[in-house]
T-cell receptor, first 112, second 113 residues
Framework: KNQVEQSPQSLIILEGKNCTLQCNYTVSPFSNLRWYKQDTGRGPVSLTIMTFSENTKSNGRYTATLDADTKQSSLHITASQLSDSASYICVVSAKSNYQLIWGAGTKLIIKP | DTEVTQTPKHLVMGMTNKKSLKCEQHMGHRAMYWYKQKAKKPPELMFVYSYEKLSINESVPSRFSPECPNSSLLNLHLHALQPEDSALYLC????????????FGEGSRLTVL
């Protein structure tokens, strides 16, 4: 069964600190993996899209990694800011039918 | 212009009302999507339009009726909804179905009384 699991479910860190969010998936055949940031009550915003051949992709202070062998991805946030408080959702696209399988998300809270 | 515009931002309706949610994009995208999102849950796919034709209907009740009048517009017609249909309804678009980045609108917050 195609699944995407994220950990932790929630995370609280102090402003200025770094953090890493995890995503494990069992989607096959794999097309790409996406990370979205979603502020409460607003639409998700794309952070990165990674294909099978990409190991690392950065978008400002956000760096995503992908290990297609172990079917794991991580999202590293550097020097966190209060505006980083949001839910971060990992989404994997299945190659067969372009279906997007969504993880449950990690709720990140940055405290001053 | 990399925006997906949704109207209205908020909608309150009774169970006997008929209303519509609207979505517009001018990025030349040929795939448009409707998602439903309940609190603290990820978005759930409802419908996909590809080249203005309904491509995917995720067994959505008929009280939700999508319409794609042209390549830039996507509507969701609502009729005889239930209180449990209250949610954030998100529209999204991409270059093609399953291709390219998915751009989301800000959503329409629907409350059914």
């Amino acid at each position: 069964k195609n699944q995407v699991e994220q950990s932790p479910q929630s995370l609280i860190i102090l402003e200025g600190k770094n953090c890493t969010l995890q995503c494990n998936y069992t989607v096959s055949p794999f097309s790409n993996l996406r990370w979205y940031k979603q502020d409460t009550g607003r639409g998700p915003v794309s952070l990165t899209i990674m294909t099978f051949s990409e190991n690392t992709k950065s978008n400002g202070r956000y760096t995503a990694t992908l290990d297609a062998d172990t079917k794991q991805s991580s999202l590293h946030i550097t020097a966190s800011q209060l505006s980083d408080s949001a839910s971060y959702i990992c989404v994997v696209s299945a190659k067969s039918n372009y279906q997007l399988i969504w993880g449950a998300g990690t709720k990140l809270i940055i405290k001053p | 212009d990399t925006e997906v515009t949704q109207t209205p931002k908020h909608l309150v309706m009774g169970m006997t009302n008929k209303k519509s949610l609207k979505c517009e994009q001018h990025m030349g995208h040929r795939a448009m999507y409707w998602y439903k999102q309940k609190a603290k849950k990820p978005p759930e796919l409802m419908f996909v339009y590809s080249y203005e034709k309904l491509s995917i209907n995720e067994s959505v009740p008929s009280r939700f009726s999508p319409e794609c009048p042209n390549s830039s517009l996507l509507n969701l017609h609502l009729h005889a909804l239930q209180p449990e249909d209250s949610a954030l309804y998100l529209c999204a678009s991409s270059q093609g179905q399953g291709r390219g980045e998915l751009f989301f609108g800000e959503g329409s917050r629907l409350t059914v009384l």
